[in-house]
T-cell receptor, first 112, second 117 residues
């Protein structure tokens, strides 16, 4: 089955700096890669996703890049703000609506 | 649009009790629902995939007799934790996928915090 590894497990940045979280996957058939933000005790919220036919996608301060050959994808957050502090999970699946395999999560802390 | 409601949000009960958690798609028909489990400071682990009108598909290591899943309609799936014990305490989250096909994204419920005393 699919295995998704995520690094780092914790990340502290100063407000205004950029944050980068990286994930690798094992299943070459995976073609959908979402990123979720989860605040304590709440549901995961989809913040951005990318499909395997695209190498990069951007939405305001958030961007995701995908390298199919190397089987890794990354989340980039620019101009970080305190409200960006949360746990971020990457995930992979074969098709957007099929079962997701999640990474282990990254606790992002944006300090003033 | 694409709202998933999960109920209850929190349950505290004694060991040996069976607990039922409901997952409803409020504004779309969900042919497939997924049930995840999340321990504190850990990732979401898929427990089972629930398809309307058929038996659920359980992930390896998940006891089907312990975690009963019913998906009787296109808007409701239930997870029953039977004879719950303290080790079953966890955060349970459902997600639902629309009827348009497997390429539709999943929408998550708010989760249920289950605490077994």
């Amino acid at each position: 089955g699919e295995n998704v590894e995520q690094h780092p497990s914790t990340l502290s940045v100063q407000e205004g700096d950029s944050a980068v979280i990286k994930c690798t996957y094992s299943d070459s058939a995976s073609n959908y890669f979402p990123w979720y933000k989860q605040e304590l005790g709440k549901r995961p919220q989809l913040i951005i996703d990318i499909r395997s036919d695209v190498g990069e996608k951007k939405d305001q301060r958030i961007a995701v890049t995908l390298n199919k050959t190397a089987k890794h994808f990354s989340l980039h957050i620019t101009e970080t703000q305190p409200e960006d502090s949360a746990v971020y999970f990457c995930a992979a699946s074969r098709g957007g609506g099929n079962k997701l395999t999640f990474g282990t999560g990254t606790q992002l802390k944006v300090e003033l | 649009g694409a709202v998933v409601s999960q109920h209850p949000s929190r349950v505290i009960c004694k060991s040996g009790t069976s607990v039922k958690i409901e997952c409803r798609s409020l504004d779309f028909q969900a042919t497939t629902m997924f049930w995840y489990r999340q321990f504190p400071k850990q990732s979401l682990m898929l427990m089972a995939t629930s398809n309307e009108g058929s038996k659920a598909t359980y992930e390896q290591g998940v006891e089907k007799d312990k975690f009963l899943i019913n998906h009787a309609s296109l808007t409701l799936s239930t997870l029953t934790v039977t004879s719950a014990h303290p080790e079953d305490s966890s955060f349970y989250i459902c997600s639902a996928r629309g009827a348009l096909g497997s390429d539709q994204p999943q929408h998550f419920g708010d989760g249920t915090r289950l605490s077994i005393l």
